[in-house]
T-cell receptor, first 114, second 108 residues
Framework: DTAVSQTPKYLVTQMGNDKSIKCEQN?????MYWYKQDSKKFLKIMFS???????INETVPNRFSPKSPDKAHLNLHINSLELGDSAVYFC?????????????FGPGTRLTVT | GQQVMQIPQYQHVQEGEDFTTYCNSS?????IQWYKQRPGGHPVFLIQ???SGEVKKQKRLTFQFGEAKKNSSLHITATQTTDVGTYFC????????WGAGTKLIIKP
């Protein structure tokens, strides 16, 4: 069974469109994250949810809106896509309360905006 | 705010040579984790260090946490092609701060 899954794996779309990426974890973790990894491989944390509550909201354009319907799911919706949004987006989860704190990453969604 | 500086950004080695990446912080870290990301893959957890001066080994990989808990290193002995990828450090447990990563490249 896949621990952290994301869909879709690849997403090619035009500027101005709206798209969503879905993430699910079956590890029973209480915390989930969205990361953006650009071409230089730097991992930038975007959002974090703990038990469905937003706990980290880094400086991210408000075109990006996360939604956590339950603690096993964290989706990312992006409005009015721009060329600079092209990147790989990773979902991750971990157990914050009591640890052991290691993060499990999904396979990533490669977003290409044309 | 707290930052973790990771160097070098890239390291080119001949297969069989050693590789080291370093992470440094201006503030004391509660603990530190190391991850490996293969080309085209996702970061995978390698290890967590908690104690001052801690040293842990995984086969050819040696991880160290400084006495002051402000720096850490990952050393790979006799690199192999399977070691290729980007190695990240991340501080934990609550406020996640990631290093920029060190890309290990094996020269042909």
């Amino acid at each position: 069974d896949t621990a952290v899954s994301q869909t879709p794996k690849y997403l090619v779309t035009q500027m101005g469109n709206d798209k969503s990426i879905k993430c699910e974890q079956n590890l029973g973790h209480d915390t989930m994250y969205w990361y953006k990894q650009d071409s230089k491989k730097f991992l930038k944390i975007m959002f974090s949810y703990n038990n469905k509550e937003l706990i980290i909201n880094e400086t991210v354009p408000n075109r990006f809106s996360p939604k956590s319907p339950d603690k096993a799911h964290l989706n990312l919706h992006i409005n009015s896509l721009e060329l600079g949004d092209s990147a790989v987006y990773f979902c991750a989860s971990r157990q914050l309360a009591g640890g052991p704190y290691e993060q499990y990453f999904g396979p990533g969604t490669r977003l290409t905006v044309t | 705010g707290q930052q973790v500086m990771q160097i070098p950004q890239y390291q080119h080695v001949q297969e069989g040579e050693d590789f080291t990446t370093y992470c440094n912080s201006s503030t004391t870290l509660s603990n530190i984790q190391w991850y490996k990301q293969r080309p085209g893959g996702h970061p995978v957890f390698l290890i967590q260090l908690v104690k001052s001066g801690e040293v842990k080994k995984q086969k050819r990989l040696t991880f160290q946490f400084g006495e002051a808990k402000k720096n850490s290193s990952l050393h790979i002995t006799a690199t192999q092609t399977t070691d290729v990828g980007t190695y990240f450090c991340a501080s934990t447990p609550y406020q996640l701060i990631w290093g920029a990563g060190t890309k290990l490249i094996i020269k042909p």
